[in-house]
């Protein structure tokens, strides 16, 4: 099997290329300045040289915020960018992996949410592009996983978990919001389930984040727990910190399709941060 990973400079990116040499497969790992996943005619040629069985497509604009206000640019990246992408595997009959998120839904209620719920009502420009690139995977392939994650922490670059660990070293008080529930996502264990993905036909929609549920409260917690770090900590609401883009409260996801399907479910993600926090330097 012979694999095509954007973004392979971000944290999810890079995981995936380590899991497909760590398991004998052809990885072939493409950036902006590799490849514009903007410009139709980049896109057309790099993945028609390399020929890959499977693109993942890991690449995106993630700035949440910055995203309120650089709407064309977010959305050429997220939604223009994945159909161009979409478009070569179509042509290539190439697999496709795209990276999405629990910001396709409105974030409201206490339930999980299911990956085949028709409901979504994204809460800010950014989920809006995740979820119009979905549709353009949808509406141009067949052979395709959708795979929407949340809180993604891991080893090659910055993430929440990197930010407090360094707010507790150099100020040893932290405050965190309370009201937000969701799970965190290590790359590393998502990497070996989008490459067991690749090796398989059971295409759709999925959530795959590790077990479990917490408050950004609650895994700041553990964070400083597992580090042994010494931090005064304390609960606050979102209000207590105003940011340009709505955020969801409830970005619970429902993982049993994964199981239906046969593939295994990510580990807790204590145990996630615990393997993480051996990787790093803090």
Not at 133 to 143: F, H, M, P, S, W
Not at 182 to 197: C, F, K, N, R
Request: charged letters at 30%.
């Amino acid at each position: 099997m012979k694999a095509l990973v954007t973004g392979v400079k971000g944290q999810l990116g890079y995981d995936v290329m380590k899991v497909l040499e760590a398991r004998g497969y052809e990885g072939v790992g493409v950036d902006v300045e590799d490849m514009d996943i903007t410009d139709e005619a980049a896109v057309r040629r790099v993945i028609g040289e390399v020929k890959p069985d499977v693109i993942v497509h890991c690449a995106a604009y993630t700035a949440v915020d910055a995203a309120e206000d650089n709407v064309e640019l977010c959305r050429k990246i997220n939604v223009d960018g994945t159909l161009n992408i979409a478009k070569q595997a179509k042509e290539l009959d190439a697999k496709m992996i795209y990276i999405s998120t629990d910001y396709v839904f409105n974030g409201q209620g206490e339930e999980p949410w299911e990956p085949d719920d028709p409901n979504k009502e994204p809460l800010n420009v950014y989920g809006q592009s995740k979820y119009d690139g979905e549709l353009a995977v949808i509406n141009t392939l067949d052979k395709y996983y959708i795979v929407r994650i949340s809180w993604v922490f891991g080893e090659n670059g910055k993430n929440f978990v990197k930010t407090m660990l360094r707010v507790g070293k150099e100020k040893g008080v932290a405050k965190v919001v309370d009201d937000q529930i969701g799970s965190p996502t290590y790359t590393a264990d998502l990497a070996e389930l989008l490459v067991d993905m690749a090796e398989r036909e059971e295409y759709g929609t999925y959530h795959a984040t590790n077990e479990g549920l917490c408050s950004w409260y609650e895994f700041t917690k553990e964070i400083y727990k597992q580090a042994g770090l010494d931090v005064d900590l304390s609960p606050c609401s979102s209000d207590e910190f105003p940011a340009k883009a709505n955020r969801p409260s409830n970005s619970r996801m429902s993982k049993d399709k994964l199981e239906k399907h046969g593939f295994k479910r990510l580990p807790s993600w204590q145990d996630a941060l615990s393997r993480f926090l051996k990787c790093i330097e803090y």
